[in-house]
């Protein structure tokens, strides 16, 4: 064969001219050899379209048979985007103040901007990288428009272009106390709550240090920002309004009041003879002595219980624990919130009156600690927003309204969801509530309560109110309180103050509730 | 027979006379290509109309009639119309189908390289002016070439002088290359860089057509037996191992596991074009499957690769990031797409897959075409293909037709490699989408293909070229010659 074919190229031959080849009929035609490139072509090209035929098939099992389940994974870019892309609702305060809105980056991408830090404890923040915390979180779904206000439009929302139909919130808030409660805390670690009694709407919920949540929302400084927040042993993202938990010290003593005199243990005109010896030397309770700081001022008479109240008798309130029984004092705390989480809109500690497991009675594991308990020490630990709720419940005559911090959600269609004040629980009897709003009132304008409440009075203001100092273990400087509202006689805000580490009451946490105060007239008469 | 005996002697330089032939083919197929582009950048102009009205919090746009950047289209148009003009003016009688198809990927890469952020890439104004000016090189490349290329001498006579070149460029990349992502691809002299493995694919079809139309009767007629397996004659056989042992090469030093896998495959397919021998392409499939398993347990970026293949969703946001994100683009894409401009998520203003512009087209436009603009796409390739092999077998010899179905069969190839890569259908490797991947060199290497193509196609009976005095090895094996 070979021979054959050598004879139709001049191979053997003399060398040919570089220029000279052959261009005849009977030139090289190799398609007829017995091996066929054109044959071999052919299966080069079958082999080809049936690879490129797999091509088809693979895009059709991605395209089609895969397609629902992995284009609406979490993980799909589409997803991850749309969640990038959504312009976030835009919070205000109660008198139409902007508190939250958008800023775009240079992708053109939103990201959330605040206005003042002062809001960081009750709004928290929304951020790409690390979620959302406080009312954003807390409103998440309606922010971003995930759950539709209109239920019809939810039905409709996936066939949407922009499937995301975000609510602005206008809140109970007021910017200008929620800024008077973080300045008045100014250097301290501190929460401040004020509220409506009568409609349970906060109007600030302040926790110091602040935190810059522009900044943690800002993807450029955002990194840098939460971590050196994360690593900050001031705890500056703990919201200490709601889940702050700190010894109540006296000002716990209006949950023994509410608890004593609704059960019936004790009247507002009861004493307890060795009180006023007591006094002196300590008040013995199975070995362990309650001490007391006001002798010099009492003297030798036997306190009832306004003037318990108002020089803040810790042997009284001792006595009257015991009295009372453990499980009256936890079933009337649970009545205003105690032992659960609060049906509030953000995430809230437990407040406990006892750490429980005790078989005393309502989880007390001995009369002692019932006896502590009784003025605020023992076990019992407390978040500021309970013991504004405590002091709610006084300023609205026994009925504590549920906390809440949204007013309305407007949809971009105009559509609103008001949300209206909710009866959280009837606690004790208007009457009741008044006895103990007197005494709060004596406690505040009282000659002798001053001493303890100094500061809290104003000017022109009739307010109420119990400071509380709560002793700590291991000689720790102590926590300082106070809960009160005003005006006396027709209620309109509560207010909870508690300054950490910070020394007696009257040293804080009083006169910081007096400013407050001031502030909360300027803004209500404004 | 006497050579010189009925031979008509001709010069190697032709005469040019210019007779322009109307190309009527082309033409029409152009006005469909430019139908379609024209549709094409409506909508991507009308979906970007739509995006900003609802960047703007608007809720619809003004007016949604409008070309996506009617400039670039209309110099890519008018560079079609320019390339078809001086195939009709010099008169040749080549392929009609090649440009427009060519035309056609072209201009939907283009639109892609638009709807893209433009600082992906292109330091020419942004991506897509930069893709635009490299395809207009590209199509006066491939015009020069169909136009003047009247003769092949400069590539037969010279295929070891082109082999040469081509392992010059392959040891310079070795030793110089400039490492992107891991791989060795990319070569810089002085202002130019490219990716030499893109030219070294053109080298080599070059070298191989020469190497094996000139060794074909002995590789068809002589084989010699190892057991059962009929195996080239052993002298033939340090070519294959040579090829073998370039590809395992690139895939170590350079860590291009797709330009080994190219060159390997086209190195298969023409050997079976040239013998018909299904045994050696066994035996080369033998030898790949060995090569690839000691890869695959020798080199960590060899295992990575097959693993993630095999199992992207182990690692989703890791390793596998590119593949499953691919993937998810084909599944959003669905049966019609979601139009141009309107799929690809953009996170922090960057499309969902990292190096989409390069390697991930085919996801990209999987996603706004869907699976319809897909199978077209490749039905393109499929023509690019079918075309080249027609010219193959219309071809005068044997050198112009393993030619001429090398080049073709290397751009079907390597789209099979890049889109099976994209599809998880076959372990992803780092090359171009051809005429439709963004970048200089692997525009212009596939433009010099179609070019040459087009040159082969010329049906006049063009001068053929010179004999060559047989090698040497071939005197020696050639027993039947005189």
């Known amino acids: ?73 979490g993980d799909d870019a589409a997803v991850i985007a749309a969640a990038r892309n959504v312009q976030r609702g835009q919070i205000f305060d109660r008198d139409g103040v902007r508190l939250a809105w958008n800023k775009k980056d240079k992708n053109g991408e939103p990201y959330r901007t605040y206005a003042s830090d002062a809001l960081s404890g009750v709004l928290g923040y929304a951020s790409r990288q690390y979620g959302t915390a406080g009312l954003e979180s807390a409103w998440n779904a309606q922010l971003s428009g995930v759950i539709s206000a209109d239920p019809l439009r939810e039905l409709t929302r996936k066939f949407r272009a922009n499937a995301s139909d975000p609510q602005d919130l206008r809140t109970t808030l007021v910017l200008q106390l929620q800024e008077a409660a973080v300045e008045t805390l100014g250097r301290n670690k501190g929460a401040v709550v004020m509220l409506d009694p009568r409609s349970g709407e906060v109007l600030a919920l302040a926790s110091t240090p602040t935190f810059d949540a522009s900044a943690i929302a800002d993807p450029s400084t955002a990194t840098k920002t939460f971590d050196k927040l994360r690593n900050d042993t001031r705890l500056p993202l703990l919201p200490r309004a709601t889940s702050g938990l700190y010894v109540p010290g006296s000002v716990f003593k209006i949950v023994t009041a509410v608890a004593a005199l609704g059960s019936g243990a004790v009247s507002p005109s009861t004493t307890y003879a060795d009180q006023p010896a007591a006094e002196k030397n300590g008040w013995l309770v199975d070995g362990f002595r309650v001490t ?31 009295r009372t029984g453990g499980d009256a004092l936890t079933s009337w705390a649970a009545e205003m919130g105690f032992g659960s989480t609060l049906p509030f809109d953000l995430p809230t500690r437990v407040s406990q009156v006892t ?17 502590n308990a009784g003025y ?22 026994g009925v504590l309204m549920e906390p809440h911090l949204v007013l309305e959600a407007t949809a971009k269609d105009g559509g609103v969801t008001t949300i209206s004040p909710t009866v959280m629980s009837r606690v004790v009897p208007e009457g009741i509530a008044a006895e103990i709003g007197k005494a709060m009132r004596l406690a ?82 404004g | 027979m006497s050579v010189a005996a009925g031979v008509r002697v001709t010069t190697d330089a032709p005469r040019f006379r210019i007779r322009p032939r109307f190309r009527g083919r082309e033409l029409g197929l152009l006005v469909l290509v430019g ?59 080549t392929d009609q189908v090649l440009l427009p198809t060519v035309g056609l990927l072209g201009g939907i890469g283009l639109l892609l390289m638009e709807r893209l952020p433009q600082d992906l890439a292109g330091s020419l104004g942004g991506l897509a002016r930069t893709q635009l000016i490299w395809l207009l090189i590209g199509f006066g490349t491939m015009a020069a070439l169909a136009v003047a290329v009247r003769n092949d001498v400069w590539l037969r006579r010279y295929k070891y002088t082109w082999a040469a070149v081509g392992v010059a460029l392959l040891l310079l990349t070795f030793v110089f290359g400039r490492d992107v992502n891991g791989a060795r691809l990319s070569l810089s002299i002085g202002p130019v860089s490219g990716q030499p493995s893109e030219l070294l694919k053109v080298i080599l079809v070059v070298f191989l057509a020469g190497y094996l139309s000139e060794n074909r009767p002995l590789l068809v007629e002589e084989s010699t037996k190892i057991g059962p397996l009929r195996v080239p004659p052993l002298p033939y056989l340090a070519p294959m191992i040579a090829m073998w042992a370039i590809a395992l090469g690139i895939v170590i030093v350079q860590r291009d596991l797709g330009a080994a896998l190219l060159f390997f495959a086209v190195f298969l397919l023409l050997l079976y074009v040239s013998t018909a021998r299904l045994s050696y392409v066994a035996l080369g499939l033998v030898a790949f499957v060995l090569g690839a398993v000691a890869l695959y347990f020798v ?58 512009h390069t390697d991930f087209p085919f996801a990209a436009l999987g996603e706004e075409l869907g699976l319809v603009g897909i199978l077209a796409i490749l039905g393109l390739y499929l023509v690019l293909v079918e075309r080249g092999l027609r010219i ?70 063009d001068p053929l070229p010179p004999p060559r005095r047989p090698s040497r090895l071939r005197r020696i094996f050639d027993r039947g010659a005189p």
Request: charged residues 15%; contains cysteine; aromatic residues 8%.
């Open chain 1, 1 to 73: 064969m070979t021979g054959q074919r050598s004879n139709e190229r001049p191979l053997g031959g003399p060398r040919p001219s570089a220029h000279a080849y052959p261009v005849s009929g009977s030139a090289p035609g190799w398609a007829g050899r017995r091996v066929g490139i054109g044959q071999a072509l052919g299966r080069v090209g079958l082999a080809l379209a049936i690879a490129f035929g797999g091509l088809a098939l693979g895009a059709g099992y991605w395209q089609v048979i895969e397609s629902a389940n992995l284009s609406s994974a």
């Open chain 1, 376 to 397: 605020g020490q023992g076990e019992t630990l407390v978040t500021p927003l309970q013991m504004a709720l405590v002091a709610a419940t006084i300023a609205n005559r």
């Open chain 2, 35 to 93: 139908i379609g582009l024209f549709i094409g950048s409506l909508s991507l102009g009308a979906t970007e109309q739509l995006k900003a009205a609802l960047a703007d919090g608007r809720d619809t746009p003004g007016n949604l009639l409008v070309l996506a950047d009617p400039g670039l289209l209309l110099v890519y148009l008018g560079a079609l119309l320019l390339v078809h003009a001086a195939l009709v003016v010099a008169g040749r009688r």
């Open chain 2, 392 to 461: 193959a077998a219309a071809a005068h010899d044997e050198y112009r037709a393993i030619l001429a179905a090398g080049l073709s069969l290397v751009i079907g190839v390597q789209a099979f490699i890049i889109a099976g890569g994209n599809l998880k259908l076959i372990p992803l490797t780092g090359i171009t989408l051809p005429f439709i991947s963004y970048g200089g060199s692997s525009l212009l290497a596939n433009s010099v293909i179609v070019g040459m193509l087009m040159a082969l196609s010329e049906r006049t009976r």
């Open chain 1, 355 to 371: 750490n429980g497991g005790g078989s005393f009675g309502g989880g007390f594991s001995d009369k002692v600690e019932l006896a």
């Open chain 1, 292 to 322: 007391d700081g006001h002798h010099s001022a009492t003297g030798s008479t036997p306190l009832d219980f306004e003037h318990a109240i108002e020089v803040s008798c810790n042997i009284w309130f001792a006595e009257t624990g015991v």
């Open chain 2, 299 to 356: 080199f960590g970026h060899v295992r990575t690769r097959i693993d993630i293949w095999l199992d992207p969703f182990a690692d989703p946001s890791g390793a596998g990031y590119q593949v499953v994100q691919a993937l998810h683009a084909f599944a959003r894409g669905g049966l019609i797409g979601t139009g141009l401009g309107g799929g690809l998520p953009s996170i922090a203003g960057r499309p969902p897959i990292p190096a989409l």
């Open chain 1, 444 to 525: 505040v304008a009282g000659d002798l309560g001053q001493r303890y409440t100094n500061g809290a009075a104003v000017r022109g203001l009739a307010v109420a109110g119990k400071s509380g100092t709560a002793e700590l273990d291991g000689g720790k400087s102590p926590h300082s309180w106070f809960i009160g509202y005003a005006p006396y006689d027709d209620p309109q805000v509560v207010i909870a103050v508690l300054v950490e580490n910070s020394g007696g009451s009257g040293v804080r946490a009083s006169p910081l509730a007096g400013d407050l105060f001031r502030a909360w007239r300027t803004w209500a008469n």
